[in-house]
């Protein structure tokens, strides 16, 4: 059998801010790839935009996802969730946010069960405008470590409603605070949920107990 002939891939060398081996050769790339490695980076230039983090759970993926799929799993493991309750509109359940007094947060669960992503649409104050999107995805280990087990990746995308409350009159009288106060803190803060996340799916995992718990189940 004749192997097909490969597609033929447009010049692109016209488009400026490409890097590529035809316009680049490794000599040439090389330091270029060097000169953006540092040993100290500025907060700003690693979660400006952006806020990720991730980690291994030594717990099997299917069940994390289905766990972690109910909403009401960010009463367990989150560090300042808590109280959840459904609305009146299906699917979409409201807690406070006690780094807020008198906070509310409205959440909506959105998740693919093939690609084991797991994305929490958030607002505080309100819940007709969901802004604040934790985007997750469970990864099987034994695909990409080769051992049992789970990866969580974790990314927050910074929002222009984080600069300025778009909902003023929907706050709590004399809130001292908005959540976009705390984006700097994001980084640790989300890694130590995570740890959180770590810690109680594998308690459970090595004690033979149900990641999801019997009361998250009626």
């Known amino acids: ?30 330091p270029i790839i060097m000169d ?7 907060h700003h230039q690693v979660f400006g935009e952006f806020c990720t983090v991730q980690g291994y759970v030594d717990a099997p993926p299917r069940e994390l996802f289905d766990w972690l799929s109910d909403t009401r799993s960010l009463e367990e493991w ?8 459904e609305t009146d509109e299906p699917g ?13 947060i409205y959440t909506r669960t959105v998740t693919n069960a093939d690609a084991m992503t797991v994305d929490y649409h958030c607002a505080w104050d309100q819940g007709e405008h969901l802004w604040m999107v934790y985007l997750m995805r469970v990864v099987d280990a034994q695909v990409v470590f080769d051992r049992p087990g789970s990866v969580v990746l974790w990314t927050n995308c910074h929002h222009p409603f984080y ?20 984006w700097d803190m994001f980084s640790a803060g989300h890694q130590l ?7 109680i799916a594998e308690y459970r995992h090595s004690h033979d107990l149900p990641l999801t718990p019997d009361w998250m189940r009626k």
């Open 36 to 42: 953006r490695l540092r040993s100290v980076y500025p």
């Open 1 to 30: 059998m004749t192997a097909a002939e490969p597609t033929p891939v447009p010049d692109l060398a016209h488009i400026d801010g490409t890097i590529r081996i035809e316009s680049h050769p490794r000599p040439v790339a090389t």
């Open 92 to 104: 979409l359940w409201v807690a406070q946010d006690r780094l807020g007094p008198a906070t509310e």
């Open 193 to 199: 949920e995570l740890d959180n996340l770590k810690a």
């Open 78 to 85: 989150t560090y300042s969730l808590r109280g959840f309750r």
């Open 163 to 182: 600069e300025e409350n778009p909902f003023p009159d929907k706050a709590p009288a004399g809130r001292p605070v908005w959540v976009g106060d705390f």
